[in-house]
């Protein structure tokens, strides 16, 4: 149980430079706090939801800095004379208001370690996708935008039903985030019920297509299911269904 007045820092929020309040040490401690839980995160191998949460971050952190130039410039100023060459007014240099320089050192201290952490993120996602195998269980239908992903967990499979809809993600890095699964069902794998067995057994107990896309997902490391191994494998089968690059 959190502890009344605690801090959560599992999670960042949005808002988290503007509220509860504008104070540059508690910034900084909320900030490195929830960098030290994603950089545990990542020595477990769970990579998401942290990889969207930091791109996330590092966007919104971006149009803060620019709300806060557009604010800047609409502030009243003292009209100091008239440059007569260029036709244009002169203006006194003011003092940038206190709330509007702790949020400028906020974001100076926060770009760098979220782009960091954001780094380590995907570099651990190009290693750890290194070690997923998938392929093709059996002959693909000309359409395989509907099908089942097999999951492999020692002698376990999970299967998964999968769907991709003809809407285009206009953000790359979400992409594959339009593969749409839901579990189905878990096979104890051995000699008598390999993929294939698996894939026509599926074709008996549901209705659909006759022969359905089916790819299957094995992992030479121990990866978390639903953090690292499922997200890794909507991407790799979003790759091959569409021929998008997953970045």
């Not at 009344?4 to 909320?30: C, F, S």
């Not at 996708?129 to 000309?142: A, D, E, I, N």
């Not at 992903?149 to 769907?163: H, I, N, T």
């Given at each position: 149980?959190?502890?009344?007045?605690?801090?959560?820092?599992?999670?960042?929020?949005?808002?988290?430079?503007?509220?509860?309040?504008?104070?540059?040490?508690?910034?900084?401690?909320?900030?490195?706090?929830?960098?030290?839980?994603?950089?545990?995160?990542?020595?477990?191998?769970?990579?998401?939801p942290e990889l969207h949460d930091l791109q996330?971050?590092?966007?919104?952190?971006?149009?803060?800095?620019?709300?806060?130039?557009?604010?800047?410039?609409l502030l009243p100023r003292t009209v100091t004379?008239?440059?007569?060459?260029?036709?244009?007014?002169?203006?006194?240099?003011?003092?940038?208001?206190?709330?509007?320089?702790?949020?400028?050192?906020?974001?100076?201290?926060?770009?760098?370690?979220?782009?960091?952490?954001?780094?380590?993120?995907?570099?651990?996602?190009?290693?750890?996708?290194?070690?997923?195998?998938?392929?093709?269980?059996?002959?693909?239908?000309?359409?395989?935008?509907?099908?089942?992903?097999?999951?492999?967990?020692?002698?376990?499979?999970?299967?998964?039903?999968?769907?991709?809809?003809?809407?285009?993600?206009?953000?790359?890095?979400?992409?594959?985030?339009?593969?749409?699964?839901?579990?189905?069902?878990?096979?104890?794998?051995?000699?008598?019920?390999?993929?294939?067995?698996?894939?026509?057994?599926?074709v008996r107990r549901h209705c659909g297509s006759?022969?359905?896309?089916?790819?299957?997902?094995?992992?030479?490391?121990?990866?978390?299911?639903?953090?690292?191994?499922?997200?890794?494998?909507?991407?790799?089968?979003?790759?091959?269904?569409?021929?998008?690059?997953?970045?």
């Amino acid at each position: 149980m959190k502890e009344t007045g605690t801090m959560d820092t599992r999670r960042l929020p949005k808002d988290w430079v503007l509220a509860p309040a504008i104070d540059l040490e508690l910034k900084q401690y909320l900030l490195l706090a929830y960098l030290q839980r994603v950089e545990h995160r990542f020595s477990e191998r769970k990579l998401y939801p942290e990889l969207h949460d930091l791109q996330a971050h590092l966007g919104d952190l971006q149009e803060l800095s620019d709300l806060k130039e557009q604010l800047l410039a609409l502030l009243p100023r003292t009209v100091t004379g008239i440059d007569p060459e260029e036709g244009v007014l002169n203006y006194a240099v003011q003092d940038e208001p206190e709330v509007f320089t702790v949020i400028a050192d906020v974001i100076g201290f926060a770009l760098p370690r979220l782009q960091h952490a954001l780094d380590l993120g995907e570099q651990l996602r190009q290693d750890l996708s290194m070690h997923v195998h998938f392929s093709p269980v059996g002959l693909l239908p000309l359409d395989a935008r509907e099908g089942y992903l097999l999951l492999r967990d020692g002698s376990k499979a999970l299967v998964y039903a999968y769907s991709l809809p003809f809407y285009r993600e206009a953000v790359q890095e979400r992409l594959y985030r339009s593969v749409v699964t839901q579990y189905v069902s878990t096979f104890s794998v051995g000699l008598a019920t390999t993929y294939e067995a698996i894939k026509l057994d599926l074709v008996r107990r549901h209705c659909g297509s006759p022969h359905p896309a089916m790819f299957s997902f094995e992992s030479d490391l121990d990866l978390p299911r639903m953090e690292t191994l499922m997200p890794l494998a909507k991407q790799l089968v979003h790759r091959y269904i569409t021929g998008d690059p997953v970045v």
